[in-house]
């Protein structure tokens, strides 16, 4: 298993500069290639870090959820990590090792390392390796709900968690969930997607759903709305509700990408 992440740099001056980026009333993608040093932030409160910030709620298309690539340089990090105490933040590891405190309690994650951090938590995060630390984070404003708990912190790791076969699909498309769906504390879920190469979504999918969408390993066709379109590491593709959608895994490995989606609340009226 591989874990893409923005390639960072500048491509040389040879490079066609028409690309494969696109915008529209219903998706976007986001190409590794546009994933460069020009378009990185720093963020107040974090030391020695990056940050590619890939989605933002935005009015008229995707508005619940931020998406961001990190990278923190050694003995970089942030003891303030999250400004919004509201908010909740599921982490990835794609690289290097993330030491994480989450309500006094110590994590290292290491490639693969999977976090949830509820809303409320007091957390930080540092790089106390050697190396750069690369993962992938997305936020979201918790929505809570009358009778139900808030969720609780964990940790867990991609290598850990069995992925599950989708029904009638001859084990070719399978699904790592972090979460139990029926667990109602959860308003969002943070999924790794996988198809072995030929899988498929077999139809269509249009849905109430919001997604983010970086692909993780592997090359796919993937159907946007009426476009099909190639992908490979460390694409994005960024759906508002109700976009159709469809992949075909190409290639001689697994497609995997790393999937969020907003569920089990109501929608705002």
Known sequence: ????????????????????????EAYAVIPAVTQRDIVT???PGWDKTRIWILARPLSGFAETFAQYAVEIAPEGGSDDPEPNPEAQCVILVASGTLTLMINEETHVLVEGGYAYIPPMADWTLHNKGTDLCKFHMIRKQYEPAEGIDLPTAFVTSDKDVAPIAMPDCDEVWSTTRF??????RHDMHVNIVTFKPGGRIPFAETHVMEHGLYVLQGT????LNKDWVNVGPSDFMWLRAFCPQACIATGDEPFRYLLYKDVNRHPML
């Not at 298993?1 to 529209?24: I, K, R, W």
């Open 1 to 24: 298993m591989t874990y893409a992440f923005p390639p960072g740099g500048l491509p040389d001056q040879t490079v066609n500069p028409e690309g494969t980026a696109v915008f529209t």
């Open 41 to 43: 932030s720093f963020l």
């Open 179 to 184: 979460v139990e769906p029926t667990d109602l």
């Open 220 to 223: 796919a066709e993937y159907l």
